[in-house]
Nanobody, 118 residues
Framework: QVQLVESGGGLVQAGGSLRLSCAASGRTFSSYVMGWFRQAPGKEREFVARISSGGNAYYTDSVKGRFTISRDNAKNTVYLQMNSLKPEDTAVYYC????????????WGQGTQVTVSS
């Protein structure tokens, strides 16, 4: 069992940056695949990025080159550095965790709002 708490959301102008953090409970954080998802108003939740237990990162095409996912296993925290933000990045961002390399994510945070103004 793992509990996730996101922070770092806010209001930023287009072209600006934000760094989201997700703090996880538990002693086996380093074993988890950690993911970031987002849900914009009226849209389905979508995958943004994930990082494996070994540190391999994967991104959805729309954020490649702008977002960077990273993890600090000593702090039980995963980050999402978001640069060159666009209004279409506006959404609630969720952190998620799973133990398996593939499949669904059973553990989710409560979400943090990111709003990008034009």
């Amino acid at each position: 069992q793992v509990q996730l708490v996101e922070s770092g959301g806010g209001l930023v102008q287009a072209g600006g940056s934000l760094r989201l953090s997700c703090a996880a409970s538990g002693r086996t954080f380093s074993s988890y695949v950690m993911g970031w998802f987002r849900q914009a108003p009226g849209k389905e939740r979508e995958f943004v990025a994930r990082i494996s237990s070994g540190g391999n990162a994967y991104y959805t095409d729309s954020v490649k080159g702008r977002f960077t996912i990273s993890r600090d296993n000593a702090k039980n925290t995963v980050y999402l550095q978001m640069n060159s933000l666009k209004p279409e990045d506006t959404a609630v961002y969720y952190c998620a965790a799973r133990l398996k390399d593939t499949g669904s994510y059973p553990y989710w945070g409560q979400g943090t709002q990111v709003t990008v103004s034009s």
